[in-house]
């Protein structure tokens, strides 16, 4: 069983950074995939980024260029900076977890084991 936190989401204006973070619990966290989704007002839970186990990442072409995912193992923790942030960034932002994960399943929500709560971002224009 893996628990996630998120922390970090608040106002922010147009053009500013933010970075959010995600706490685990458990043992093995080294071992999962780790993925950050976000869900805007009225439109579907959208994949934003992931990063394997072996540090491998992936972004979706909406925020490659401007997000960075990364991990420490040690803390238990992933990231997620945002830089260059615009009002369509704007959405509650969601960690999940995966035991296992392909290129072709990573942008599906139900790949995933375990999900925060979410943190809600907000980008003024």
């Known amino acids: 069983q893996v628990q996630l936190v998120e922390s970090g989401g608040t106002l922010v204006q147009a053009g500013g950074s933010l970075r959010l973070s995600c706490a685990a619990s458990?043992?093995?966290?080294?071992?999962?995939?780790m993925g950050w989704f976000r869900q805007a007002p009225g439109k579907e839970r959208e994949f934003v980024t992931l990063i394997s186990w072996s540090d491998n990442t992936y972004y979706a072409d909406s925020v490659k260029g401007r997000f960075t995912i990364s991990r420490d193992n040690a803390k238990n923790t992933v990231y997620l900076q945002m830089n260059s942030l615009k009002p369509e960034d704007t959405a509650v932002y969601y960690c999940a977890a995966a035991n296992s994960i392909t290129i072709a399943t990573m942008r599906q929500g139900t790949t995933y084991d375990y999900w925060g709560q979410g943190t809600q971002v907000t980008v003024s224009s």
């Open positions: 458990g043992r093995t966290f080294s071992s999962y995939q």
